[in-house]
């Protein structure tokens, strides 16, 4: 994992324990916290993202239900497992 991998993981963590258990973020709202050009690291994020539900730190949901990044199309949004 790279220094910007682990700067984004600990964005995700962040977001998700400031939330607490039963509430979600959306990833853009990580990648807004990267900089005015947020857009960029979308595609980081969720990466990272979906290591960190490999992990097993996080959930991601599509329409309140638990969903498989690897086939996942569409907005998600992420919470604490």
């Not at 700067?7 to 807004?32: H, N, T």
């Not at 916290?33 to 990466?47: F, I, K, L, S, Y």
Request: glycine share 8%; with cysteine.
């Amino acid at each position: 994992m790279t220094r910007s991998d682990e700067r984004v993981r600990a964005i995700l963590m962040d977001l998700a324990q400031a939330r607490g258990r039963g509430a979600s973020f959306c990833p853009s709202e990580a990648a807004r916290r990267m900089g005015p050009d947020w857009r960029a690291h979308m595609e980081e994020v969720r990466r990272v993202a979906d290591l960190c539900v490999a992990e097993g730190r996080l959930v991601m949901s599509q329409k309140g239900r638990p969903v498989d990044p690897a086939t996942v199309r569409g907005p998600v949004r992420l919470s604490l497992r």
